[in-house]
C-alpha cells in the first residue's frame, strides 16, 4: 500500500495541498500548529471516514482568522494497492453532509472503501493505553478488527445500534417486557459477532506483542487477554456466545431497568494487558508501560500484512518525540525494515535520524515545503 498523491483543499489550516510522501519514510518537522497534525489526519480519514480528534465534521472545514469559512472540504488520494492505482474522493460540506467515492464512482459509508487506503495511526496519546479506561482499549481492538475484517464495520455498527435503542427504551422507564425480548435476542445475536471478532485479533496479536515486547525486555513475558463476562468468556462458539449474552443480559434486566441503560455486553469487555503475570496498568513502570504500547501498535501493523498481504501505510503523529533514545532507536530499526509506507510528524527534525529512502518536509502556516 502507498499513497502516491494526497491534494487538499479546505482542510483544517493547510492551503491549497498537493503532497507527493516519499515510498519509504517521509518526515514532517516544523512548530507545533503549523499543520503537521492535519496532513496526517487527512490521510486517516480517506482511510477510515472518520477523524482521529473530532467527531465535528464542521471541525475539519477550513476557517481562516478573520475570513468566512470555506464550504468545504475536499480530500483525494491516489494510491497504489497491489500493483493497481487507485483514486478516493471525499468531500465534507458545512451541514455535515459528505461525499465519498472511489475510482470516480459514489460509495458510502467506511467498509465500502475498505482496504483502498490501509493505516495504521500512532498518536502520544496511545501510549497511554494500558492504564486508560476500558473504552479506549475497545476502540483500539475495533479498529484493529475493522484494518482486516471488511464485514465487522457493519456488524459492530449494528450491535450499537441495538444497545442505543435499548437504552432508549429503558429511559422511558416501565419498558415492554415483548420489546426489550425482541431486543435481547438482536443484542445476543450481533455481540456474539462482536466478540468472536475481538477474541481472534487478540489471538493474532499477542504472539507478535510478545516477540517484539522481547526485543527491549527479554525478561519480562507479555500476554493479552480479551475480557468479558465470565459466563461469555466460558462459551466458545458463536452460538454458546449467543446462549451466554442472552442469558447475561437478562438476568440483568431488572438491574438496567434501575439503572436506566445496559450494564451486559460486549460494550463493557476489557483488553488486559498481563506483564510478568499482573496487570500492566497496576504494576508496569513507565518505561515498561510504553514499550508494552509500542510493541502492540507494532504488532498490529505487522499483522495487517500478514493477512491482506500488503503492508498499511503507517502514520507516527509526533510519537517519536514522546519516547526516550532506547525505545526511539528501537522504533526506527523497526520502521527501516518493514516494507511499509511511513509519514513521521515531529516538531524538532533532529529527532528522526537519516534513514533509509527517506523524505523530508517543513510545515509552515499550513504550507509544506520540501527540505
Not at 11 to 36: A, S
Not at 132 to 138: E, H, V
Not at 282 to 296: D, K, P, T, Y
Amino acid at each position: 500500500m502507498r499513497i502516491l498523491e494526497l491534494r487538499a483543499s479546505g482542510w483544517r489550516n493547510l492551503e491549497p495541498l498537493r503532497f507527493e510522501p516519499g515510498p519509504r519514510v517521509t518526515v514532517l518537522h516544523g512548530d507545533n500548529g503549523q499543520g503537521k497534525t492535519n496532513v496526517i489526519e487527512a490521510i486517516y480519514y480517506l482511510a477510515t471516514l472518520r477523524s482521529f480528534r473530532t467527531s465535528r465534521a464542521d471541525e475539519l472545514v477550513r476557517e481562516p482568522p478573520g475570513e468566512p469559512r470555506a464550504e468545504r472540504a475536499q480530500l483525494a488520494a491516489r494510491v497504489e494497492h497491489r500493483g493497481l492505482e487507485r483514486k478516493v474522493d471525499v468531500e465534507i460540506g458545512l451541514a455535515a453532509r459528505r461525499t465519498v467515492q472511489l475510482d470516480g464512482k459514489a460509495v458510502r459509508g467506511a467498509a465500502a472503501i475498505f482496504g483502498a487506503v490501509s493505516v495504521v495511526l500512532f498518536v502520544p496519546e496511545d501510549l497511554l493505553l494500558p492504564r486508560a479506561a476500558p473504552a479506549a482499549r475497545r476502540r483500539f481492538l475495533d479498529l484493529a478488527v475493522f484494518n482486516v475484517e471488511r464485514g465487522y464495520y457493519r456488524e459492530a455498527a449494528a450491535y450499537q445500534r441495538v444497545v442505543k435503542s435499548r437504552n432508549h427504551v429503558l429511559r422511558q422507564g416501565r419498558a415492554d417486557p415483548v420489546l426489550l425480548d425482541a431486543y435481547d435476542e438482536e443484542l445476543a445475536r450481533t455481540g456474539a459477532r462482536v466478540v468472536l471478532r475481538r477474541r481472534a485479533l487478540v489471538a493474532e496479536l499477542a504472539p507478535r506483542t510478545r516477540d517484539l515486547f522481547r526485543a527491549l525486555h527479554a525478561d519480562l513475558p507479555v500476554e493479552l487477554r480479551y475480557r468479558s463476562a465470565p459466563t461469555v468468556d466460558a462459551a466458545g462458539d458463536e452460538e454458546g456466545l449467543r446462549a451466554a449474552l442472552l442469558a447475561g443480559v437478562g438476568a440483568q434486566r431488572a438491574l438496567d431497568a434501575r439503572r436506566r441503560f445496559t450494564t451486559f455486553g460486549p460494550h463493557t469487555d476489557d483488553l488486559e494487558i498481563v506483564l510478568h503475570g499482573r496487570l500492566a496498568r497496576e504494576h508496569a513502570s513507565q518505561g515498561q508501560l510504553r514499550s508494552l504500547v509500542l510493541a502492540l501498535k507494532l504488532a498490529e501493523l505487522t499483522n495487517v500484512e500478514a493477512r491482506l498481504g500488503d503492508a498499511p501505510v503507517l502514520l507516527l503523529d509526533d510519537v517519536p518525540s514522546e519516547l526516550d533514545p532506547t525505545r526511539r532507536k528501537f522504533l526506527f530499526e523497526m520502521v527501516s525494515r518493514l516494507a511499509c509506507q511511513t509519514v513521521i510528524s515531529v516538531a524538532e527534525r533532529g529527532v528522526v535520524p537519516p534513514l533509509p529512502g527517506s523524505v523530508r518536509f517543513r510545515v509552515s502556516g499550513g504550507r509544506l515545503e520540501p527540505t
